[in-house]
């Protein structure tokens, strides 16, 4: 009895177990893609806006961390806050006043700065309209089984977002650049967040199929921003992308968190400004898509019937003979700069010059005090 009753619980585990690993598996293929591109935009200049740089580098800091590549990343900054002279820590760009989590990184990469960001750059890259010349880092080299995240910030109002205080993009605009990716195979799925005043405005005029929108605040209303800083003088994050990095500090790659959670960060409470979001276009239910699913990249496994010969031998690295004795060439990398050791060295001890015209006013005094003591009839013994 007892037997029987050992091997019923040992089937029965052997049921559940399998029927979580077949749940597991059809959550893992059930979005479709294969691959994942974040493009990142902050499109204010200036120092007083150096908390829409914040915001961008801080979700770059995300999606680098959770596996996104910086090849599948399109950076685009409008300002080097970084660098600015009025930082009082230079290369640096930190998200909180406490000044411990510094965003910009050691390793972060630009793809366009400054004046590159524009309205017709970001649609280019949106589209794939880019002259041959552009190089690779510079391109959104998406397909049909792509998860794009596309994440935007800066100032807006209803219905258009401004591009460096001197272009805008309207909402229509940005609608029909994502119908033309739809229609050229760039994307599988696609999640779109802004941080802006009447951010919601901006999502209106999809009409895209698999879009999933955030936004920071409704039609009406304002994107506050956060954490003032006094020594900087700016804030230094806005709001919701504020609580959007605290939430994603918690994800890892193999989180289960779905995107209904993520349509619970910085409640009015917090924002001040409401949040929205839109689902109505996308094919699936939210609640089974996975935050990783857009933040996250994915390395799947993909079943072939197709034969593979794998039996060939290996070609081995010819060897030339030297005094009748194999020898191979060793390589070695060449020395790098030593960066870290540059950066925290000390500074180096001038050599003492004299300013410039010490001389010639050492000079001047000579003669002024020789004129006054001995006159101009003494002149000849000097010449």
Same mark, same amino acid.
């Given at each position: 009895?007892?037997?029987?009753?050992?091997?019923?619980?040992?089937?029965?585990?052997?049921?559940?177990?399998?029927?979580?690993?077949?749940?597991?598996?059809?959550?893992?293929?059930?979005?479709?893609?294969? @691959?994942?591109?974040?493009?990142?935009?902050?499109?204010?200049? !200036?120092?007083?806006?150096?908390?829409?740089?914040?915001?961008?580098?801080?979700?770059?800091?995300?999606?680098?961390?959770?596996?996104?590549?910086?090849?599948? %990343?399109?950076?685009?900054?409008?300002?080097?806050?970084?660098?600015?002279?009025? @930082?009082?820590?230079?290369?640096?760009?930190?998200?909180?006043?406490?000044?411990?989590?510094?965003?910009?990184?050691?390793?972060?990469?630009?793809?366009?700065?400054?004046?590159?960001?524009?309205?017709?750059?970001?649609?280019?890259?949106?589209?794939?309209?880019?002259?041959?010349?552009?190089?690779?880092?510079?391109?959104?080299?998406?397909?049909?089984?792509?998860?794009?995240?596309?994440?935007?910030?800066?100032?807006?109002?209803?219905?258009?977002?401004?591009?460096?205080?001197?272009?805008?993009?309207?909402?229509?605009?940005?609608?029909?650049?994502?119908?033309?990716?739809?229609?050229?195979?760039?994307?599988?799925?696609?999640?779109?967040?802004?941080?802006?005043?009447?951010?919601?405005?901006?999502?209106?005029?999809?009409?895209?199929?698999?879009?999933?929108?955030?936004?920071?605040?409704?039609?009406?209303?304002?994107?506050?921003?956060?954490?003032?800083?006094?020594?900087?003088?700016?804030?230094?994050?806005?709001?919701?992308?504020?609580?959007?990095?605290?939430?994603?500090?918690?994800?890892?790659?193999?989180?289960?968190?779905?995107? @209904?959670?993520?349509?619970?960060?910085?409640?009015?409470?917090?924002?001040?400004?409401?949040?929205?979001?839109?689902?109505?276009?996308?094919?699936?239910?939210?609640?089974?898509?996975?935050?990783?699913?857009? !933040?996250?990249?994915?390395?799947?496994?993909? %079943?072939?019937?197709?034969?593979?010969?794998?039996?060939?031998? %290996?070609?081995?690295?010819?060897?030339?003979?030297? @005094?009748?004795?194999?020898?191979?060439?060793?390589?070695?990398?060449?020395?790098?700069?030593?960066?870290?050791?540059?950066?925290?060295?000390?500074?180096?001890?001038?050599?003492?010059?004299?300013?410039?015209?010490? %001389?010639?006013?050492?000079?001047?005094?000579?003669?002024?005090?020789? !004129?006054?003591?001995?006159?101009?009839?003494?002149?000849?013994?000097?010449?």
């Amino acid at each position: 009895m007892k037997i029987l009753i050992l091997f019923s619980l040992f089937a029965l585990y052997v049921f559940t177990d399998s029927v979580n690993v077949e749940n597991s598996a059809g959550q893992f293929f059930s979005s479709g893609h294969t @691959n994942n591109w974040a493009v990142l935009v902050c499109t204010s200049r !200036f120092w007083f806006n150096y908390r829409h740089v914040a915001n961008t580098l801080s979700v770059y800091r995300s999606v680098k961390r959770l596996g996104i590549p910086d090849s599948h %990343i399109v950076l685009m900054l409008a300002d080097d806050m970084a660098c600015n002279h009025r @930082n009082p820590k230079p290369a640096t760009v930190f998200s909180h006043k406490n000044m411990e989590l510094n965003v910009y990184g050691d390793d972060v990469e630009v793809d366009y700065r400054g004046y590159e960001v524009t309205v017709e750059n970001f649609l280019r890259v949106l589209t794939g309209r880019l002259p041959p010349s552009t190089p690779r880092s510079k391109r959104l080299l998406s397909d049909d089984r792509s998860n794009i995240l596309i994440y935007l910030t800066g100032h807006g109002g209803n219905g258009f977002l401004k591009f460096q205080d001197s272009e805008e993009i309207s909402n229509v605009e940005l609608a029909d650049a994502f119908e033309q990716m739809w229609q050229k195979r760039r994307y599988n799925e696609l999640l779109f967040i802004i941080d802006t005043c009447q951010g919601a405005s901006m999502y209106e005029r999809f009409y895209s199929p698999n879009i999933m929108a955030l936004a920071s605040s409704q039609v009406g209303e304002d994107s506050l921003s956060h954490q003032p800083d006094l020594a900087i003088g700016v804030h230094l994050m806005d709001r919701y992308t504020f609580y959007l990095l605290e939430f994603l500090e918690d994800i890892h790659p193999s989180s289960k968190t779905n995107m @209904n959670d993520l349509f619970k960060v910085c409640p009015r409470s917090q924002c001040v400004s409401t949040p929205g979001h839109r689902t109505d276009l996308f094919l699936r239910n939210p609640g089974s898509v996975l935050i990783t699913d857009f !933040f996250g990249s994915v390395r799947k496994v993909e %079943i072939t019937t197709e034969v593979l010969n794998l039996t060939h031998p %290996i070609q081995q690295a010819e060897e030339s003979a030297v @005094n009748g004795e194999s020898h191979r060439e060793v390589y070695s990398y060449v020395d790098q700069l030593p960066v870290s050791e540059i950066i925290h060295q000390k500074p180096k001890q001038k050599d003492w010059h004299p300013p410039d015209g010490f %001389i010639l006013g050492l000079w001047t005094l000579i003669l002024l005090v020789f !004129f006054k003591t001995y006159g101009v009839k003494h002149l000849k013994h000097i010449f």
